[in-house]
């Protein structure tokens, strides 16, 4: 499944910071219950799916009453040795527990059944179970394998971006839940892949996401004093010039959180009205005045 920026960072190698043995393996442990809970518990029960190459598994276990374990191992092998011939032994290895992890916890699962009666509060429990599962995973430095592995080859041969393979592969699953099981199904199917993307990033990154703005001033210094002694956050000048005017500016870059953010426009209004401030989310920030949590 798409796991937006969290997967594409871990697939072009900047995994979670290093932890310990046992919290990496509790990770692991807890994140391919959790995604395989979601799998067996919620999805298989209202027969809907999702994208990437559970879904897949999902489509062959309709039509042909295959256990979706057996499928999605079976899916994996030529993926497996197509990653061991085209990436290398390293990236296979570190995927390969975490698959297997992953199989075996949906063997296990295959008689929980969570019956509810609307079909939109399944795809929301699965999507909610699927996606934490997975940021389980990518916390403990490994992913689930399957499609994974065709866009980090696809991006590390031919430059072709993580997202746009996902985006690809995830919409011609859907399509084909569409085509198969109905366009209702295919709705439930795409709200499940969406959710559970976004609750990976969230599970992986953590849920204070910080901002970055980025001001434009005639008056640099008296902004950066400010941020440091009212908001109490270091803030970086930096030099640029103007396209048009050829013009040199200065710049301040300050990184904060969200409840920080309306302070800072405030001081900013105060010092330089016609100041321009451009803001943005900062994934993840390492460092002074964070979290350890965000690491």
């Known amino acids: 499944m798409a796991a937006g920026g969290a997967l594409r960072r871990l697939l072009e190698g900047a995994g979670p910071a290093p932890a310990g043995r046992f919290v990496q393996t509790a990770h692991l442990a807890a994140g391919a219950i959790l995604f395989s809970l979601g799998i067996n518990g919620f999805l298989v029960p209202a027969r809907l799916g999702e994208g990437g190459l559970s879904g897949i598994s999902l489509l062959v276990h309709y039509a042909t009453g295959l256990p979706v374990s057996l499928v999605y191992l079976l899916l994996n092998v030529p993926l497996f040795a197509f990653g061991w011939w085209g ?131 005639t008056r640099p210094r008296d902004v950066a004093q400010a941020v440091t002694t009212r908001l109490g956050r270091g803030a970086t000048l930096l030099r640029a010039t103007g396209a048009w005017t050829g013009e040199e500016r200065a710049v301040v870059m300050v990184v904060l959180n969200r409840r920080e953010l309306a302070r800072l426009k405030q001081l900013i209004r105060d010092i330089d009205p016609h100041a321009f401030v451009a803001v943005t989310d900062a994934a993840e920030v390492l460092g002074e005045g964070f979290p350890a949590a965000w690491s």
């Open 87 to 217: 990436i290398g032994r390293a990236f296979i290895l570190r995927t390969g527990l975490a698959t297997l992890l992953v199989t075996l916890a949906l063997r296990l699962t295959e008689g929980v059944a969570f019956r509810v009666g609307e079909p939109l509060l399944a795809s929301l429990y699965g999507g909610a179970f699927i996606g934490t599962g997975i940021g389980l995973l990518f916390r403990a430095g490994a992913s689930s394998g399957g499609i994974d592995i065709v866009a980090r080859f696809l991006k590390e041969r031919y430059g072709i971006g993580i997202a746009e393979t996902f985006l690809v592969v995830d919409s011609l699953v859907l399509a084909a839940i569409g085509l198969t099981l109905g366009a209702d199904t295919a709705l439930y199917s795409i709200l499940v892949t969406f959710l559970g993307g976004r609750l990976a990033d969230i599970v992986q990154e953590g849920p204070l996401r910080a901002k970055s703005a980025w001001i434009i001033t």
